[in-house]
C-alpha cells in the first residue's frame, strides 16, 4: 500500500470509528467499507476494518454478515481475540434460527477462551453456549430414536391399520421441528411417504401430505429431492382428485415447495412492490405450464380447478402475491433481464385458458367440471394477473386484445357448434365483466353484444336465461348500460320473475336484475330508477329467498340483490330494524367461499355508510355553482345521518356481524378485501365496539388486510387497528408476535399520502404499543423508523407534534432509541429541551417525560448547559408547573443532572434551579397526594447529592436525614 493509501484508508477507518460511536452504524459500514477498497490486496491491516465493519453489523443485527467479516478478519489475523468473540456473539444469536451454527460457536468460544482465560463476557458465553450444546445433544437423542420408530412402524407391512394411522400422525409433529426433519429425511423419509400417497386409508394419505409439506418448509435442497422422488404429475393428480382434504393437502404440499424452492420462505418483504429474483435450476416454466395444463383438463376436479386457480393467483403476480421474476434460460431467450411470471403466463396460454374456462356451460360438450365458486375464482385472478401485468399502455393493450379476441373466437364458432357457442361466449364475458371490468366493457359494445343477451332472455329455456341474465347483471355497473338494460331489458326480467313456470334460480338472478337497475342512481335520496316504494318491495322479495330458502346459491344472489338495494336508506332500516335477515346473512357469512363476500360485504357497507370513507368533501361553493349551472346535485338522505349509522351499527354488532366479517375476510380479490377494511374501520369508530372487534377475531384478521391489498383498503384496514390500538391493552389485543406485526401497517399510516387522523391514530396506537417490550421498540426502529417518527416531530400540527413526542417518550428507554440522542452533531437533545418550554400541557409532558429517561445518561446531563441556552428558565418553569406529573418528570430531570457530577451540581446549585427545588420541597411538606409524593421524594434525592457533594449544608433535623431514593428508583417512584 502507498503512504498516501495509507492514510485514507485510515482516514476512512476513524470516520468510521467516529460514526460508531455516535450510533450511526450503517454510515460507519460504508466508511470501514471504503478503506476495504483502499487497502492493497494482502494487507494485513485490512483485519482490523473487517472487525470494525463486523461490530457495526452486530449492532444492527445483521448476525449473517457480522460472522461473515470477523471470519474475513480471522483469515487474515487467526489470533484475533476480538474478531473471534464477535464471530461468536454472532453465530450464538444465528444458532437460535438454525441449530447448524451452535457447535461452530461453542469450539470457538473454546478456543477463544484459552485465548483471553479471565474475560468474565467470554467465559458467561460459554457457559449459555455450553448449555445449549447439552440440550440440543439430548433432544437430539431423543429425537432420533423417535423417528427411527415412527417411520419403521409407519412403513411396516405388518403394522396393524390404526398403529400406522398414530405413527404418521406423529411424523407431522416431529417434521414441524428442523432436527425432527433432518433425520426423517435422513432414513429415506421421503420414498416412504411416497408409498404412503397411494394407501386407500384417507387419514394416512393426508397426514403424509401434511409431513412432506413440513419437509418442505424453508428447506430448497430437501424440496428439490422431494420432487425427484415424488415428482410433479403424481402431486398434480392428488390435487386434481374430488376428495376436498385431499386436493386441499396436495395444493399446500405444491404451495410450500414453490416458497421453498424460490428461497422466499427465507425473505422477509419490506413492501408489496418488492420482487424476489429467482437464478437457480428449478424449472418453475414447468410448474406454469402443468398448471395451465391442469386448468382446461377434464379429469381435474371442480374443486381441484378451484386449487389451481389459488395457485395461479398466488404465486403468479407480484402484487400481493409471491413476487417471482423469473430469469431462467427459456425466459432469457425472450428476454433479456427475465420476465414476470404473469408476462410468461400470458405468453404460455394461461390467459386465453382462463376466459375459455370461464366461459364453460355446464352439460356442454366438453364439459368441465366445476363448483359454483369457479367462475369467481377466475375472475379474482384475471384481475390479480391484470393489475400486475397491464402497467403500460402496450401491456393494457394486449390483455385487452386477448380477452376481446378468444371472446370473439367463441362468438365466432356458432356456425360450427351452435348456441352452446354463443352461451360460452357470454358466460366467458360474465367472468371477465366480474374481474377487470374495463376490460369487459369494451367487449360489451362489439358485435351488439347487448342485444344478444337481451334476445336470450326472451327465450324460455333455463339455461339460456339464466346465462343471459348473469350477463346482464355484470353489464349494469357502467350507468350507459344500465340506462339501455333498463330501456330494454327490465321488463324481461320482471315477466321472468313472475312467470311461473320459471325455475327458482332463474328468478333470483331477475330479481338481483331489477335490484341492481332500482339502485343506478346510488345513494342520491332525490333520484329514484322505479316508483317510490319500488325497491322497499324488492328488498322484501330478497329477504324472502335470503329467509325461507335452503338451497345457499339462492341466498348468495338474494344477498347480491340487497346488496344494490341498500343504497336506498330505507331498505337499510327495513333491514336493520329485522333481526332475523341480519342472523341470516351473518349465518350466510360465516359458511364462506367466495361467491358471498361482494353480496354480504356490500350490504353490510352500505348499511353502515363504510364508502364515505375516503371520499373527498365537496366545497359548498362547488354545489352552488352546480346548481347555479342546473346540474344535478345529489342529495343524502336523512335516514343516513349520523346518529342513523350509529344506531345501525350498534345493532349489526349486537347480532354478531364481526364474526361474519372474519370469516369473509379469506377472500383473494383486493377489491373485496377493501370491502371488508371499510365496514371493520366504521364499527371501531365507536370506542365500545372495539373489545367486541378484538375478541371475536377481527384484530387478527386485520393485520394480514392491513399488509395486502389495494392502498385505500390497507388504510382503511390500518387505521381500524389503529383505534383498537389506541384503547385497547396491546397485551390481550395483540399479544406475542401479533404485536411486532401490528408495526408494518401502522408505520404504513405514517405515510405523507395518508390523511392527517391516519398518521395521528397510527402514533397513539404505537405509542401504546411500544410500552409493550423491547422486540417491539426494536420493531419500529427498524426501516427507518427513527426518520419517520422523527418527522412528526417537527410538524406544524399541534396534535401530530404531541403524539410524536408522546411515542418517542415509550421508545428512549430502548438503546437503540437512546443511541440516537446520545449522538453528537444534532439538535435532538436540545429540542427536546426547548420542547419543554411549550403552553401545550401535554407535549410538555410527553417532552419532560422524554428528558427524563434520558438524564439517566450522564453525558447527556452534562450536554444540556451547553447546548441550550435557556435551560435554567425551561428547567425552572417546568419544575414549578402546578400540574403534579409534569413536575415529577421535571425533579426527576433536575436529579439526574445534580447527580450526574460535581460540576453540573455546582452550576444548577449557582442557578435559580435550587431555589424552585427548595420552593417546591416546602410546599409539598404537608401534601398527601401520591405524585406529590414522588416529587418529594425526587427533591429529597437532588439535595442530598448537592449535600454530598458539599454545595449545601446537610439538613439539620430527623425527617431531613432519613434515607433517599437512589437515581436510578426515581422514575419507578
Known amino acids: 500500500m502507498t503512504e498516501a493509501g495509507k492514510t485514507e484508508a485510515e482516514l476512512s477507518k476513524e470516520q468510521g470509528n467516529q460514526h460508531f460511536k455516535a450510533g450511526e452504524y450503517e454510515e460507519a459500514i460504508s466508511c470501514y467499507t471504503q478503506a476495504l477498497k483502499l487497502s492493497e490486496k494482502g494487507d494485513k491491516g485490512k483485519a482490523v476494518f473487517y472487525k470494525n465493519r463486523a461490530a457495526c453489523h452486530l449492532k444492527l443485527e445483521e448476525y449473517q454478515k457480522a460472522a461473515a467479516d470477523a471470519s474475513k478478519a480471522l483469515d487474515i489475523s487467526g489470533n484475533d481475540a476480538k474478531a473471534l ?308 399502455d402496450e401491456a393494457v393493450r394486449r390483455y385487452k386484445e386477448i380477452c376481446q379476441s378468444t371472446v370473439q373466437g367463441l362468438l365466432g364458432d356458432v356456425e360450427r357448434r351452435g348456441m352452446v357457442a354463443n352461451l360460452e361466449a357470454i358466460q366467458a364475458l360474465t367472468t371477465i365483466l366480474h374481474g377487470p371490468f374495463d376490460v369487459g366493457n369494451i367487449i360489451l359494445g362489439v358485435q351488439a353484444i347487448m342485444n344478444n343477451m337481451i334476445a336470450m332472455c326472451a327465450v324460455e329455456e333455463p339455461d339460456m336465461q339464466m346465462i343471459a341474465v348473469e350477463a346482464m347483471i355484470a353489464a349494469m355497473s357502467k350507468k350507459n348500460r344500465s340506462t339501455f338494460i333498463l330501456s330494454h331489458g327490465a321488463g324481461l326480467l320482471k315477466q321472468i320473475y313472475k312467470s311461473e313456470s320459471a325455475d327458482e334460480p332463474i328468478k333470483v338472478r331477475a330479481l338481483v336484475g331489477l335490484s341492481k337497475l332500482g339502485s343506478i342512481y346510488g345513494s342520491d335520496g332525490t333520484r329514484k330508477a322505479f316508483a317510490e316504494g319500488s325497491t322497499l318491495k324488492l328488498a322484501k322479495h330478497c329477504r324472502k329467498f335470503l329467509q325461507t330458502s335452503k338451497e345457499r346459491d339462492l341466498q348468495r344472489w338474494a344477498a347480491e340483490g340487497l346488496a344494490y338495494l341498500t343504497m336506498d336508506a330505507d331498505v337499510k332500516e327495513f333491514l336493520v330494524d329485522d333481526p332475523q335477515t341480519i342472523r341470516a346473512i351473518v349465518e350466510l357469512a360465516k359458511e364462506g367461499g367466495v361467491n358471498v363476500v361482494y353480496g354480504v360485504g356490500t350490504t353490510l357497507n352500505n348499511m353502515v355508510n363504510g364508502y364515505e370513507y375516503g371520499k373527498e368533501e365537496e366545497l359548498p361553493e362547488m354545489k352552488k355553482l352546480a346548481k347555479f349551472a342546473k346540474q344535478h346535485v345529489p342529495e343524502p338522505h336523512k335516514l343516513d345521518s349520523r346518529d342513523h349509522v350509529d344506531m345501525r351499527i350498534e345493532k349489526l354488532v349486537k347480532e354478531g356481524v364481526v364474526v361474519s366479517l372474519v370469516a369473509l375476510s379469506k377472500t383473494e380479490s383486493n377489491a373485496e378485501r377493501e370491502l371488508l377494511s371499510r365496514i371493520f374501520l366504521a364499527i371501531t369508530e365507536r370506542e365500545a365496539h372495539r373489545g367486541i372487534t378484538v375478541a371475536q377475531g377481527g384484530a387478527k384478521v386485520l393485520i394480514p388486510m392491513a399488509n395486502e391489498g389495494s392502498d385505500k383498503g390497507k388504510w382503511f384496514a390500518g387505521q381500524a387497528l389503529a383505534k383498537i390500538g389506541i384503547t385497547t391493552n396491546p397485551e390481550i389485543a395483540f399479544p406475542g408476535q401479533r404485536a411486532l406485526e401490528m408495526v408494518r401497517p401502522m408505520k404504513k399510516l405514517l405515510d405523507m399520502d395518508a390523511s392527517a387522523l391516519q398518521n395521528f391514530e397510527a402514533l397513539m396506537a404505537l405509542t401504546n404499543l411500544a410500552s409493550q417490550s423491547e422486540s417491539v421498540r426494536n420493531r419500529i426502529f427498524e426501516d427507518s423508523g427513527f426518520a419517520l417518527i422523527e418527522y412528526y416531530m417537527f410538524e406544524d400540527h399541534e396534535m401530530l407534534k404531541r403524539a410524536a413526542i408522546q411515542l418517542i417518550c415509550n421508545l428512549v428507554s430502548s438503546k437503540k432509541w437512546l443511541e440516537k440522542y446520545q449522538s453528537t452533531g444534532n439538535d435532538r437533545l436540545k429540542y427536546i429541551v426547548l420542547l419543554c418550554g411549550e403552553d401545550d400541557f401535554e407535549l410538555v409532558k410527553a417532552a419532560a417525560g422524554t428528558l427524563a429517561q434520558l438524564t439517566t445518561d450522564k453525558d447527556m446531563c452534562e450536554r444540556i448547559p451547553n447546548e441550550v441556552k435557556s435551560w435554567v428558565d425551561i428547567l425552572c418553569e417546568v419544575g414549578a408547573s402546578p400540574l403534579p406529573d409534569i413536575q415529577h418528570r421535571m425533579m426527576v430531570v433536575i436529579t439526574n443532572m445534580m447527580m450526574a457530577s460535581k460540576e453540573l451540581a455546582t452550576k444548577i446549585v449557582e442557578t435559580k434551579i435550587l431555589d424552585v427545588v427548595m420552593a417546591v420541597r416546602i410546599s409539598l411538606k404537608d401534601d398527601a397526594d401520591p405524585t406529590r409524593q414522588k416529587v418529594r421524594k425526587c427533591v429529597d434525592a437532588a439535595l442530598k447529592a448537592a449535600t454530598d457533594f458539599g454545595l449545601i449544608k446537610p439538613a439539620s433535623n430527623l425527617e431531613e436525614q432519613q434515607a433517599l431514593p437512589e437515581q436510578a428508583q426515581l422514575m419507578n417512584a
Open 85 to 392: 468473540f464477535r464471530k461468536c456473539q454472532a453465530l450464538e444469536h444465528l444458532s437460535e434460527e438454525n441449530p447448524q451454527h451452535l457447535t461452530t460457536a461453542y469450539k470457538d468460544a473454546m478456543q477463544l477462551l484459552q485465548m483471553e482465560p479471565k474475560d468474565a463476557q467470554v467465559r458467561a458465553m460459554l457457559v449459555r453456549l455450553k448449555d445449549r450444546v447439552m440440550k440440543l445433544s439430548n433432544e437430539k437423542h431423543t429425537t432420533t430414536n423417535k423417528v427411527d420408530q415412527m417411520l419403521k412402524i409407519a412403513f411396516g407391512k405388518e403394522e396393524s391399520l390404526e398403529n400406522k394411522r398414530k405413527a404418521v400422525s406423529n411424523l407431522i409433529v416431529l417434521s414441524r421441528e428442523e432436527a425432527g426433519a433432518q433425520l426423517i429425511f435422513r432414513e429415506g423419509g421421503i420414498q416412504g411417504l411416497d408409498l404412503l400417497l397411494d394407501h386407500q386409508d384417507e387419514e394416512i394419505l393426508l397426514n403424509a401430505l401434511m409431513a412432506l409439506t413440513n419437509l418442505c418448509y424453508g428447506h430448497r435442497s430437501r424440496t428439490m429431492a422431494l420432487l425427484d422422488t415424488i415428482t410433479l404429475p403424481k402431486i398434480c393428480k392428488l390435487v386434481a382428485r374430488p376428495d376436498v382434504k385431499v386436493s386441499n393437502g396436495a395444493t399446500s404440499l405444491v404451495q410450500a415447495a414453490i416458497r421453498a424452492v424460490t428461497g422466499l420462505d427465507k425473505v422477509i418483504h419490506r413492501g408489496a412492490e418488492e420482487a424476489v429474483v429467482i437464478d437457480n435450476e428449478a424449472d418453475l416454466e414447468l410448474l406454469l405450464k402443468a398448471l395451465i395444463v391442469m386448468l382446461k383438463d377434464r379429469r381435474v376436479s371442480g374443486v381441484g380447478r378451484d386449487n389451481v386457480i389459488d395457485l395461479i393467483i398466488k404465486n403468479v403476480p407480484k402484487k400481493g402475491g409471491l413476487g417471482i421474476i423469473i430469469k431462467t434460460k427459456l425466459a432469457q431467450s425472450k428476454y433479456k433481464d427475465g420476465i414476470g411470471c404473469s408476462e410468461l403466463f400470458i405468453d404460455m396460454g394461461g390467459l386465453k385458458d382462463l376466459i375459455v374456462v370461464g366461459g364453460n356451460v355446464k352439460d356442454s360438450d366438453p364439459s368441465l367440471p366445476m363448483t359454483d365458486e369457479t367462475r369467481m375464482h377466475i375472475s379474482v385472478c384475471l384481475t390479480r394477473i391484470y393489475d400486475d401485468y397491464a402497467i403500460h
